[in-house]
């Protein structure tokens, strides 16, 4: 078992940035693939994006280059650069982790609030 905490979230304007981090806790950090996904109003949760316990990353296509997710085993964080923001990106982020990357044991976080507006 594992617990994540989201954090970073808050109010910034268009074209700002944020750091968003999530920190785990509970068992080995290395064994899960970790993700990120978000969810905005009236909208289902989609994959952001994702990284291997060996630093492989996954983009969701709406991400644009606008998103760097990045991770240190030895601090059990993963973190998400997001650069550019705009208004669609306001949503609830959730850190998730899947042990293994198995799709089997999957643990998620309360999700931190990203809001873009001026």
């Known amino acids: 078992q594992v617990q994540l905490a989201e954090s970073g979230g808050g109010l910034v304007q268009p074209g700002g940035s944020l750091r968003l981090s999530c920190a785990a806790s509970g068992s080995s950090f290395s064994i899960y693939v970790m993700g990120w996904y978000r969810q905005a109003p009236g909208k289902e949760r989609e994959l952001v994006a994702t990284?291997?316990?060996?630093?492989?990353?996954n983009y969701a296509d709406s991400a644009e280059g606008r998103f760097t997710i990045s991770r240190d085993n030895a601090k059990n964080t993963v973190s998400l650069q997001i650069d550019s923001l705009k208004p669609e990106d306001t949503a609830v982020y959730y850190c998730k982790a899947d042990r293994y990357g198995l799709g089997s044991w999957i643990y998620w976080g309360q999700g931190t609030q990203v809001t873009v507006s001026s």
């Open positions: 990284i291997s316990s060996g630093g492989r990353t």
